[in-house]
């Protein structure tokens, strides 16, 4: 089963109360109580958001966290790198293989393919479309079959 981390999910929840308020910085503890997360989690989050260059940091009396760039310009494949690495659905999908066996493997391609256009989806998919903030372009290929185009001639004529 492919599934995002818990972690990875309250991560989310984070950067989209950060996205709610992007001329503020909030604090770990402001976050916290908007998000209902622990603090230790937050806290945690926030960090490997900072060190992904997600989020910027502020110390001081007026100190906070806020996002490093707009919401529609954090994908939802920076996320998930931030927290869990990069994206890899197979052991030969990642970056830094280490599978005895994809030289004599015979499914190992197709796999790559899988999780390169599971890598564009989420790349495509931004932290303003996560939060509601944007809306998200829905791919319906049942439609894609009937839309053809207009066929060129006199107006008014098929």
Same mark, same amino acid.
């Given at each position: 089963m492919l599934r995002i981390s818990k972690l990875t999910d309250y991560g989310t929840m984070v950067l989209a109360c950060l996205a709610t308020r992007p001329d503020q /910085? +909030? $604090?770990a503890a402001a976050v916290a109580e908007r998000t209902r997360l622990g603090l230790p989690?937050?806290?945690? +989050?926030l960090k490997s958001f900072h060190r992904a260059g997600i989020v910027t940091s $502020? /110390?001081?009396a007026h100190g906070g966290y806020q996002l490093a760039r707009p919401a529609t310009? =954090?994908?939802a494949a920076e996320i998930i790198d931030a927290i869990e690495g990069p994206v890899a659905i197979t052991e030969c999908?990642?970056?830094h293989s280490a599978c005895d066996l994809e030289t004599v493997c015979s499914t190992g391609t197709a796999w790559q393919r899988v999780n390169a256009a =599971? #890598? #564009?989806s989420l790349d495509e998919l931004s932290l303003a479309q996560l939060s509601g903030q944007e809306a998200v372009a829905v791919w319906r290929p049942e439609l894609t079959a009937v839309i053809r185009p207009m066929p060129m001639g006199r107006p008014g004529r098929l």
């Open positions: /910085r +909030l $604090t989690t937050v806290s945690k +989050l $502020t /110390r001081g310009g =954090i994908s999908s990642g970056h =599971i #890598r #564009r």
